[in-house]
């Protein structure tokens, strides 16, 4: 296998070769493309719409990125994610994460996706989903460029990013085998020699638009926060819950300041209280108030520097 036309990290190679999504990913991409499949990899992206995207109603800003940057869709399906799912796709990133960032991502993450399948039309020394990974911009959004998608969408913090990409073609493979099983993963590799999604998606893939359209939600720390001391001042008063309510209003306050919590011992304050917020408010207030990564601890894998692709190309 040449690996440099995968990526462009050793460590990463040394880990996939044995790992089994990325097996069961390739062995499905040789089975139907044979001598082909570097080829059909250097031409192909994936990116998954999450649910806050979803429920954001960034579904629909997203499809028009796509298009206006060069990418058609061969493939949507919708895919439901659990905890253990998105824990194996984030594995090698989630070394450094807090339990409190992993708390949040429980929150947010298990769910309806939406999955799709790309190709570039146009012509690159770079793989597909290098561009892409480049168009999306970093997920600090601190170092986010004007032009870079994620600024575009507006994306709030790093946990509420909207919408993922795999980064370089071993990614593609894969994360296609970790999203699908094995008919889906077939008929997903089969798709990629395509020339359009087909109707059926295409029409599924207007409507979800279409619906996340129509009343999205605004993921704003400044705006759960207000909605949370709503429900601080509205809970039952009783003596038996004081420390516990009084314990949400010291860590509201905190947030108000601007300050980083504990937080999933602000949640269990929460409980005790019988306070009980949106899933996404506290979701929002979660990633807009919490410590990322453990200081010290880096990541088992780096996201790959762009400049290293174009240059070795």
């Not at 990133?93 to 799709?116: K, Y």
């Not at 909605?227 to 516990?244: C, E, G, I």
């Not at 601890?297 to 762009?306: D, G, L, M, N, S």
């Amino acid at each position: 296998m040449e690996w440099k036309f995968l990526t462009r990290i050793p460590l990463k190679a040394g880990i996939y070769a044995r790992e089994t999504y990325f097996r069961e990913g390739w062995s499905a991409m040789s089975e139907t493309f044979g001598d082909e499949a570097l080829s059909v990899l250097h031409r192909s992206a994936l990116l998954l719409i999450k649910p806050d995207g979803l429920v954001a109603g960034k579904a629909s800003p997203i499809l028009h990125l796509l298009e206006r940057d060069g990418f058609s869709i061969v493939a949507a399906e919708p895919v439901v994610l659990s905890r253990l799912h998105w824990r194996e796709l984030w594995r090698y990133q989630l070394t450094s994460a807090t339990l409190d960032r992993l708390a949040i991502n429980d929150l947010v993450l298990p769910g309806e996706h939406l999955l799709l399948l790309l190709r570039d039309s146009r012509p690159s020394k770079v793989p597909a989903t290098v561009r892409l990974s480049g168009l999306k911009g970093p997920s600090d959004v601190s170092r986010q460029q004007p032009e870079s998608w994620r600024r575009i969408l507006a994306q709030p913090n790093r946990v509420l990013s909207f919408f993922h990409v795999a980064d370089e073609p071993a990614d593609l493979v894969r994360e296609l085998a970790l999203f699908l099983e094995a008919d889906a993963l077939r008929r997903a590799c089969a798709a990629l020699q395509g020339e359009a999604v087909p109707d059926d998606q295409r029409r599924r893939l207007a409507q979800i638009a279409a619906e996340t359209g129509r009343a999205p939600r605004v993921l704003d720390g400044v705006m759960a926060l207000a909605r949370a001391d709503d429900a601080l001042r509205n809970v039952d008063a009783d003596v038996r819950l004081k420390d516990a309510t009084a314990a949400v209003g010291e860590g509201l306050n905190s947030m108000r300041r601007g300050e980083k919590i504990e937080w999933r011992v602000f949640a269990r304050h929460l409980v005790a209280a019988g306070i009980v917020l949106d899933k996404w408010d506290l979701a929002t207030l979660g990633a807009s108030y919490i410590i990322y990564d453990e200081p010290g601890y880096p990541k088992q894998i780096e996201a790959v520097p762009q400049e290293r692709w174009a240059d070795e190309a």
